[in-house]
């Protein structure tokens, strides 16, 4: 835990009244669902740390029952709507699994919207609280944060500029990363991370479009040979957005004290908690590829503002999206840049 995280649970226990701070038998048990095994660094470094914090707050009264590896059924996708419905209290998940649905939560999972976890996250909370505060209904929303950004691992091709991209075969991350790379003449194919495994494996693909932490579990070290990254300070190539929402019904239902509980371990400084702690997992998932020896190749910052610009028609169809959606898309998009530059 870094010392700015000890510091804000530090905070937190302090400002909870002592009359909490009893042990009882749990009054509220909130169900936590996401998609991760409950082995995933995830669940044992975040949410378990985070629900035994929450516990100790409210002095034993709230309970967090965790169910990884969607245990209440259904699939990812349906995570956000689980929430909604209250076939779950609080889920984990991802806006781009219901593209369109969410925009604004989706507009850091652009192409270069992105510097590190934690700063890109802090980003993505206000950029939410200022435009977003209609998207989430019927939930309330606890955090919002990004991984790091994705690199381009490949079985040994190195990419220094756009034409280097040419003729490859990439497995995209998401459907706007994978229109960028397309513009630059990749041949981008969607499937599964399960799958793309396979695919290195055998050659049908030759790389994929990943940050470092996902390296470790699917041994993308063994598969690929070259990790293509942007150079350290400037803008990475993408990010996925992550929602962290409860039930709005199930919030509301609690008392007062208990509401300040939740809202004293939620809101701004859990989204950049949460990039912290993913940029934590990306500096282990770097070192599992530097440890197999692979090449670790720097893509020029000036390079990606050339890729920066050569992906505009993407940011005009996606501020027509928002457009549509009855947003101010222009403005959107200016100010998640305006934002990250300022981070």
């Known amino acids: 835990m870094t010392r700015r995280m000890a510091m804000t649970t530090l905070g937190a226990a302090l400002a909870t009244p002592a009359f909490l701070k009893k042990a009882h038998a749990a009054e509220v048990t909130l169900r936590v669902h996401h998609f991760l095994p409950g082995v995933a660094p995830m669940q044992t470094r975040f949410f378990d740390v985070w629900a035994q914090e929450i516990s100790e707050a409210s002095g034993g009264a709230i309970e967090m029952q965790m169910f990884p590896s969607m245990q209440l059924g259904g699939k990812p996708p349906q995570l956000a709507d689980q929430a909604r419905q209250g076939i779950c209290d609080i889920a984990w998940t991802l806006p781009v699994y219901t593209p369109d649905r969410f925009p604004v939560a989706e507009t850091m999972a652009m192409p270069f919207m992105v510097t590190n976890a934690e700063k890109t996250s802090v980003a993505m909370h206000t950029l939410m609280e200022e435009f977003g505060q209609n998207e989430y209904k019927g939930m309330k929303p606890l955090a919002f944060h990004t991984h790091d950004g994705g690199k381009i691992h490949t079985r040994g091709q190195?990419?220094?500029?756009?034409?280097?991209?040419?003729?490859l075969k990439l497995r995209a991350p998401n459907q706007a990363t994978g229109e960028m790379l397309a513009l630059m003449g990749a041949e981008t194919v969607f499937f599964p991370v399960t799958e793309m495994v396979v695919g290195l494996s055998n050659g049908v693909i030759d790389g994929c479009c990943l940050p470092y932490?996902?390296?470790?579990?699917?041994k993308l070290q063994e598969l690929t040979k070259v990790t293509n990254e942007p150079e350290a300070g400037g803008r990475g190539i993408y990010a996925n957005t992550f929602a962290l929402v409860m039930n709005e019904r199930k919030y509301e239902g609690l008392s007062d004290d208990l509401r300040a509980v939740i809202d004293a371990h939620s809101g701004a400084d859990l989204s950049r908690r949460l990039g912290a702690q993913f940029d934590e997992f990306e500096a282990f998932g770097k070192s599992v590829v530097e440890k197999q020896g692979n090449e670790i190749h720097t893509i020029a910052a000036s390079e990606i503002d050339t890729w920066r610009e050569m992906a505009a028609p993407i940011y005009d169809t996606w501020i027509g999206k928002l457009n549509d959606a009855g947003h101010d898309g222009?403005?959107?998009?200016?100010r998640a840049n305006a934002l990250l530059d300022a981070g």
């Open 158 to 167: 190195i990419v220094s500029s756009a034409e280097d991209i040419k003729g």
């Open 213 to 218: 932490e996902v390296v470790p579990a699917f």
């Open 330 to 334: 222009a403005a959107i998009v200016a």
